[in-house]
């Protein structure tokens, strides 16, 4: 087994696959960080539809698919941001109405162009095999690129994707930065096209986000470890599926999705536990009281251990029970 795993990642393919699985595990999720902040986690998926039609036009007249994806998809991000920033209330039926077309489009144009299901289908799940030297250095480059903008740009696009009104009184060109959301989440769905596939790639700018969310609520933090996380299911999925090919055809997008969804689910019950903590912490927002009422008859001793909810209240510690909360004061009870 493990010389099966040397002689795997000996192949030249292999380890080409690993490059692009690598930086494309640490883009995707870096966008999908704004993206689901701005509740936009599907954008990705609308982008994916649309480089379909690209990747068919590249497919057909000969100019490599990457540089077309990027093309369809920048265009439809940018027709998709201009949707949304009209705010028309059927902005999302024309989204959708974009969506079918594109990948409906890409079919057709591929097979008027005489070109197979399977030779497109390698772009819509992934593949191990297909990437050449040339695919790698250009997703590498755009990876960087993508990576190097979310990173940098982090705390202007976080002002932005928080609160847009603020963010514009603050100085922010919005429109330009939302703009910019909307081109970053192109290139990275194009980026992920040889690796996760078009139809996937929106789960591995999402998944990781969701699950990084589950650890932490800082949004540096989140933005850090979904990185972590894609680059995790990324790589790991590639070499589930290159391993699964021995025996069977297995599409990496396919494993890299399962693998994020794993990753998910075993983040959720810690992010359970800690969201039970953090609410039992939260202050209640009134004032604190002037005058101290004292509760009528209170046999009960707060604790602890007591098991009644225990909540930090300016300098001293409340107890909830029955609809009230009380605070200890000398030998008695007050109400708060
Ligand atoms: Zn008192
Ligand atoms: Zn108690
Ligand atoms: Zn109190
Ligand atoms: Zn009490």
């Known amino acids: 087994m493990t010389s099966d795993l040397a002689a ?12 692009a699985a690598f930086f494309t595990g640490l883009a995707a999720p870096a966008v999908g960080t704004y993206l689901v902040q701005r509740r936009m986690a599907l954008m990705g998926d609308g982008l994916g539809h649309v480089a379909v039609t690209g990747v068919a036009i590249g497919l057909v007249t000969g100019f490599a698919p990457t540089w077309t994806a990027v093309a369809a998809a920048v265009v439809g991000a940018v027709a998709i941001e201009v949707i949304r920033e009209r705010g028309n209330t059927n902005g999302d039926l024309a989204l959708a109405l974009l969506f079918y077309g594109g990948l409906a489009g890409g079919i057709f ?17 992934g593949s191990i095999t297909t990437t050449s030297v040339s695919d790698v250095l250009v997703t590498v480059a755009l990876a960087v690129a993508v990576i190097v903008l979310c990173v940098g740009l982090g705390p202007q696009l976080f002002a932005i994707t928080q609160d847009q009104e603020f963010a514009q009184v603050a100085g922010l060109n919005v429109r330009a930065y939302n703009l910019m959301i909307a081109v970053l989440a192109a290139v ?12 996937l790639v929106s789960a591995l700018m999402v998944i990781p986000v ?6 932490t609520r800082s949004f540096r933090s989140t933005l850090l470890i979904s990185m972590g996380l894609g680059v ?17 055809d297995v599409a990496p997008g396919a494993t890299i999705v399962l693998l994020s969804l794993l990753c998910f689910a075993l983040a959720w019950p810690v992010g359970a536990a800690l969201r039970r903590r953090e609410r039992d ?40 029970h029955d609809g009230h909360r009380h605070a200890p004061h000398g030998s008695h009870y007050d109400e708060h």
């Open 8 to 19: 795997l990642f000996s192949l030249p393919f292999m380890q080409r696959a690993l490059l």
């Open 109 to 125: 144009v591929a097979g008027l162009g005489g070109e197979t299901t399977a030779g497109l289908q390698q772009y819509l799940f």
């Open 188 to 199: 990275s769905v194009t980026v992920a096209m040889r690796t996760v596939g078009l139809l």
């Open 210 to 215: 969701a699950t990084a969310q589950q650890l």
């Open 232 to 248: 995790t299911a990324s790589l790991g999925g590639l070499v589930v599926a290159a391993v699964a090919s021995y025996q069977a």
């Open 281 to 320: 912490r939260v202050p209640f927002p009134e004032d604190q009281p002037s005058d101290h009422v004292p509760s009528s008859t209170h046999p009960h001793v707060h604790g602890g251990e007591c098991g009644h909810r225990a909540i930090a209240h300016g300098d001293h510690v409340d107890y909830v």
